[in-house]
């Protein structure tokens, strides 16, 4: 009984930090963790005493100062009288419409390219490697540049579109390639554009419910229900009936447009003639305003755009004097005519729910109409290219990890080449092709900071270029444009892993 | 994650910085080579000839400080910087001296932390345009694309002009010189905006320069000068007189032919006899030898031999004295007295 003896109850001793393999590792990473920590104090010390003894100091006052630099393409409102962190803000738009744009446009060609390299045709086998291996071997900087150099030097100056010059626009007048950029009809939204977006969301609801149901109903009784035209049909019919219907009642109403201090019966161009300049109170964006332009326009008459916010605000805007001729939006009472005001003896039409406006060459360049400036055009194709031409791989990678007994079980089964595809193979490949997928994207957005080579407008330049020259506050400017990046990366890979998780293997 | 980040700044600002500290001379002196920060590319001014070596107006500043410190006007390390790169590279001490057509303003001097030593070109901004656009004032581009090197104080006159005369423009943001004529030429711009001398040495490398018009309007001032970093004071004073000294230069008659000749002895003009040293002691007083300013001329002669071999009536870019004539001739360049 007494031969079992307790194990020996050693103290602690300091040596077993060292010698006693459970403590020494443990010793070794705290040791590692101080001089990591010192190591970083020692860097931060040094930089606020460097900067003291520079004699800057470290504050983002900067901010709201006056900027006083313009920015061409601009998504929010912002000119030159706007603050830094309003350029900031602009900048930061622009990377992430290239971002978004990129990453689209980089997944299609992606999927097409990765699975077209599998495909049994030779050629187009080959055609597709041939891009991949471009692509991914040639530094991204050079497409930039050379998708840029192509759009500037290879398309015609929009002074070569007037009469006598050697250029044209396309597609029946409405679209213009020029070195500046593409321009291309903008919409404008009139009476009745809610309703039409209200009847579109509920038909992608509808859609929803329809494709729910047509699987449920495969599911259950192994009768397939047409998808893919049920889609097409709820997505294209109620809208077109909806937008024809609103047309047709409110659509083609006539409306007045009035002037102050004109004479009952004047044609707008007698009283254009009778005027210094013509200043026109128009709420932005809408078809009315849209239509008026386009009056004028035929008219030949220069003239300014007084943007105010709703009918009432005209009528104030043209009491006040602001403007002489204005065009009330639908929703304004028709007695509440300004004060002096007439209508002349042009009229406009309210317009249809959605109007398009066509560019026009106006004075130096094509006027109206939505541009889409060679540098954009560059940046964007350049980083989808780029881009899928890795997402190419993984993708195919992706279909390749499938094995093929899968596509002969499903051709056993009765099942088409393309439905096999589709609910066989690409379910099973997604888990493989998503996560390589996230860093895809993460690479195209940080990309999109290579935009200066352009002169695209993006938070780097902004923020990270002009605003630090003008100002001066290099670190400040980094350390928000580095906050900028990490935050949109992280919000990436969030939503990505998200989705990941949704296709992954679930096991039971 | 976002530690590393902000870390990773902070070393290399930091690392930057510390350079930035010690005396600008000794360290130059040490190096055996001046850093200058020049333009990428603007003929007359500063670009590289066919040989790879640097010369141009702003070029020669640089070689006159070289030889004043270290009497070799060869020993000079060109930095080319952009309008957006030059005040990081001066402020973080990977060059010297920056000479490089800088405007002068208030908030440069004052908020960058830099100081001008001077000025050596008296300039304005203008605009260049196509003959064929049919445009005579710069009031008549209500609409148009404008080129424009962003990070420069042209940017900002740029959106002010327009802003006061009431009209719109397209701005496109361009980083260099060179890219900004590729661009203009290949009309993605209606016109281009920079200091009027940059315009006169652009439309001078043009195939055709009689078809480009540069427009009347001046619509700002731009001294542009060269500049060093505040706080070495001792190292603005040598860059500040070796300006001055090309400009006395001038103003007495002391040309790169005959400095040689009046610094061998002492002669009648006492103010020259300061300049090259042969009386008084000046050069002690700024640390550097007392023929420094001699070594400074014979680089490449006076400022009007430099403004001549380089931007004059007889170079491709022809640019005339007019605000920039010596004092005595009805023009702004004028260098206080040496005593």
Request: proline share 4%; with cysteine; net charge negative.
């Amino acid at each position: 009984m007494t031969t079992t003896s307790e194990p020996p109850k050693a103290g602690f001793h300091p040596s077993q930090l060292i010698y006693d393999t459970r403590y020494r590792s443990l010793t070794i990473q705290v040791i590692a963790f101080i001089a990591l920590m010192l190591g970083l104090s020692w860097l931060v010390s040094n930089t606020v005493a460097n900067l003291q003894a520079l004699g800057k100091d470290f504050d983002f006052g900067f901010l709201g100062q006056r900027a006083g630099y313009d920015i061409n393409q601009r998504l929010v409102e912002y000119d030159s009288t706007s603050s830094h962190a309003r350029a900031a803000l602009v900048g930061i738009l622009n990377t992430l419409l290239v971002a978004v744009l990129g990453c689209a446009l980089a997944t299609v060609i992606g999927v097409l390219a990765g699975v077209l390299r599998l495909s049994k045709n030779w050629l187009i086998a080959k055609l597709m490697a041939v891009y991949v291996e471009g692509f991914r071997n040639i530094p991204l900087l050079l497409w930039i540049l050379l998708i840029f150099a192509l759009m500037t030097e290879a398309t015609p100056q929009p002074r070569d579109f007037r009469e006598g010059g050697d250029a044209a626009m396309i597609l029946g007048d409405t679209v213009a390639i020029t070195n500046r950029g593409v321009f291309i009809p903008a919409p404008f939204w009139g009476a009745g554009a809610g309703i039409l977006l209200a009847v579109l969301l509920l038909s992608l609801v509808a859609i929803f419910f329809w494709r729910r149901y047509a699987h449920r109903t495969q599911e259950q009784t192994g009768r397939i229900l047409p998808i893919g035209w049920g889609t097409l049909g709820l997505l294209l019919v109620p809208v077109t009936v909806a937008f024809l219907a609103l047309s047709l009642t409110s659509g083609r109403q006539v409306q007045p447009v009035l002037a102050t201090g004109a004479s009952e019966g004047m044609t707008l161009a007698d009283y254009a003639g009778s005027q210094q300049a013509i200043n026109a109170c128009t709420v932005p964006f809408s078809t009315e305003s849209l239509n008026l332009r386009r009056l004028m326009r035929a008219n030949d008459l220069r003239f300014n755009l007084v943007p105010v916010a709703d009918g009432a605000e005209a009528i104030a805007a043209a009491e006040a004097g602001r403007c002489n001729i204005l065009s009330l939006p639908a929703s304004t009472i028709a007695a509440s005519v300004p004060a002096g005001a007439v209508a002349l003896s042009d009229t406009i039409t309210r317009g249809n729910p959605v109007e398009f406006e066509r560019p026009i060459l106006g004075g130096f360049n094509f006027e109206g109409g939505l541009q889409l400036r060679n540098s954009l055009i560059a940046l964007w194709l350049a980083l989808s290219l780029y881009t899928g031409a890795f997402i190419a791989e993984n993708v195919r990678g992706g279909i390749l990890s499938v094995s093929k007994g899968q596509t002969e079980a499903a051709f056993a089964l009765g099942i088409k080449p393309s439905r096999t595809m589709r609910l066989v193979i690409l379910p099973q490949a997604l888990r493989v092709i998503i996560p390589p997928m996230i860093s895809q994207y993460l690479n195209l957005t940080k990309n999109s900071s290579l935009a200066i080579a352009v002169g695209y407008m993006d938070v780097r330049s902004t923020l990270g270029g002009i605003t630090i020259n003008q100002t001066g506050k290099e670190l400040e400017g980094m350390l928000l444009l580095g906050l900028f990046y990490l935050v949109t990366s992280l919000v990436i890979s969030g939503a990505m892993n998200v989705y990941n998780s949704s296709v992954k293997l679930k096991e039971r | 994650m976002k530690k590393s980040v902000l870390f990773g700044a902070l070393t290399v600002t930091g690392l930057v910085a510390g350079a930035a500290q010690a005396a600008t001379l000794d360290e130059v002196k040490e190096r055996g080579e001046l850093n200058c920060g020049v333009v990428t590319g603007l003929a007359g001014f500063g670009a590289p000839d066919a040989n790879g070596v640097w010369e141009g107006f702003d070029v020669s500043v640089c070689r006159a400080v070289a030889a004043a410190v270290l009497d070799d006007p060869t020993a000079v390390n060109f930095v080319p910087t952009t309008g957006q790169t030059r005040f990081t590279a001066l402020a973080s001490g990977e060059i010297d001296m920056l000479a490089r057509n800088t405007t002068w303003t208030f908030s440069r001097d004052t908020d960058l932390k830099f100081d001008f030593v001077g000025v050596n070109y008296y300039d304005g901004q203008g605009f260049i345009v196509p003959t064929a656009l049919g445009v005579s004032s710069a009031k008549d581009l209500d609409g148009a694309t404008v080129c424009i090197q962003t990070g420069t104080t042209t940017e900002l006159n740029l959106a002010d002009f327009f802003r006061n005369n009431n009209m719109s423009y397209e701005p496109v943001p361009i980083e260099t010189n060179a890219e900004g004529q590729q661009q203009y030429l290949a009309g993605a711009c209606d016109a281009y905006t920079t200091d009027a001398s940059g315009l006169a040495a652009t439309r001078a490398t043009f195939e055709n320069p009689a078809d480009h018009v540069i427009l009347p309007e001046i619509i700002s001032k731009e001294p542009l000068g060269p500049l060093v970093r505040h706080g070495d004071n001792e190292w603005a004073d040598i860059v500040r007189w070796t300006l001055n000294a090309l400009i006395a230069a001038e103003e007495y008659g002391v040309t790169s032919a005959n400095v040689n000749e009046l610094a061998a002895a002492p002669g009648s003009n006492p103010e020259v006899n300061r300049l090259l040293g042969t009386e008084g002691e000046l050069g002690a007083m700024i640390g550097l030898e007392s023929d420094w300013a001699k070594k400074a001329i014979a680089a490449g002669g006076n400022y009007g031999e430099i403004f001549e071999k380089n931007i004059g009536e007889n170079t491709p870019i022809g640019l005339a004295r007019g605000l920039n004539a010596q004092w005595t001739n009805g023009g702004l360049i004028y260098a206080p007295p040496f005593r």
